[in-house]
């Protein structure tokens, strides 16, 4: 008679138990088998199992400058030991430092800034002070955006599945965004003349008081699927915004940092100075904070009291400013926009490979590929896209995925990897697109 040996629960498995038992269901976890991480440098990370993986999603598009990067944690630990917190009640010279800094590398007129947590947050500080600012309540956004958890920033959100819950949507109107690949017009571009870009006025003249407040977008719409939109589209929405009396925010939460290469912010890509600017995720290289930067003209018009508990906090300002400072030293600008631009080239070329691969889309270190069922009718994989993110971490690779759909492969490796990790990485996709039935 054979027994079958008894099989003992790995430590992941302990983590993964109680993560079940005392955290929402609503957190949820990549992969069948949820990876339990334990520590990470530059640009690897180790599960708690001794595994080791090449990370090309940054904690979602967080980890900008590498894991623990020295230049940065060195700083943290230093700070830590000397002053941890004081609220916005007292000044302090880190929260200074890094604003005096951040006058310094935005666009325009942009020198005020009001520090928080989060991006959503970020989003929420951005939308109140327009609306004050204005006579109008109303705002618009973008469908597919994804602007935060808050129950405004879920009503500016344009994805059902991020918008349970009974969100705040008065006042908030949704223009078509600019999806070339399934265009929400069914036009081709350039042939279509951007007319995405004219539907934001429409939606003004039709869905609002007939001015506006403010108009939000992300310049790469993250959660959507790294949707980018063509070099004409934010000049032609700036004019129509400013010609309804509204403020331009650019939610920059992950492609701030130079994160989309060569410039500190996405929407200088698109040659655009908006009136505000709003970021969180990579600003502290993984420590949680949010910025929400405005004229001082602007900044004027908040009315009644504000105060952040957290906001300005002396640790994640240190972090902040240390990230800008390797930012800086090492051009890491520059290095995303020519690694970036070789890591495109490779994608393209696996997309050339599969056909599974419909499009190939993003800028810098910021680049998707949607999965489609055939390429004519552009059915969502979204069930292979999930073998691929399965078999991707088999092989030792991390990527996120996105979309409105669940089938679109999102990556953001550290804007200081090399060409020779981008190689090591397309490697780890190949193999792992090949293993997918």
Known sequence: MTTTPKVLPTRSDEVVRKHKEFIWPSVTNYYQHPLVADHASMQYLWDIEGNKYLDFFGGIVTIG????????????????????????????????????????????????????????????????????????????????AYSGGSALAKSVTAQSAWRKGGVISVGISHAVNPYCYRCPLHLT????????????????QTTTSGSIAAFIAEPIQGVGGFITPPPE?????????????????????????????????????????????????????????????????????????????????????????????????????????????????????????????????GMGMMQAMELVKERQTKEPAAQETNQVLERTRANGLLVGKGGMYGNVIRMAPPMNISKADVDEGIRLLDKSFSEVR
């Open 233 to 361: 589209y934010f000049k032609i929405v700036y004019r129509i915004v400013k010609n309804y009396g509204g403020q331009y925010i650019s939610d920059e939460v992950q492609t701030g940092w130079g994160r989309t290469g060569k410039k500190w912010w996405g929407i200088e890509q698109w040659e655009v100075t908006p009136d505000i600017i709003t970021s969180a995720k990579s600003m502290a290289n993984g420590v949680p904070v949010g910025l929400t930067i405005t004229t001082a003209e602007l900044a004027d018009k908040f009315q009644g009291l504000n105060i952040a508990t957290f906001g300005g906090n002396p640790v994640t300002s240190v972090a902040a400013r240390a990230v800008i400072e390797v930012i800086e030293e090492e051009n890491l600008r520059e290095n995303t926009f020519v690694v970036g631009g070789y890591f495109r080239k490779k994608l393209e070329e696996l997309q050339q490979k599969y056909p599974l691969i419909g499009d190939v889309r």
């Open 65 to 144: 400058v590498g894991h623990c990067n020295p230049k940065v944690t060195e700083k943290i630990k230093a700070q830590v030991d000397k002053l941890q917190h004081t609220s916005t009640l007292f000044p302090n010279e880190a929260v200074v430092a890094l604003a005096e800094k951040l006058a310094e590398i935005t666009p325009g007129k942009l020198q005020k800034s009001f520090f928080t947590s989060s991006g959503t947050e970020a989003n929420e500080a951005a939308i109140m002070l327009s609306r004050m600012a204005s006579p109008s309540y109303d705002v618009v956004a973008l469908r597919h």
């Open 189 to 204: 571009y350039p042939s279509c003349n951007v007319a995405c870009a004219n539907d934001v006025e429409s939606v003004i």
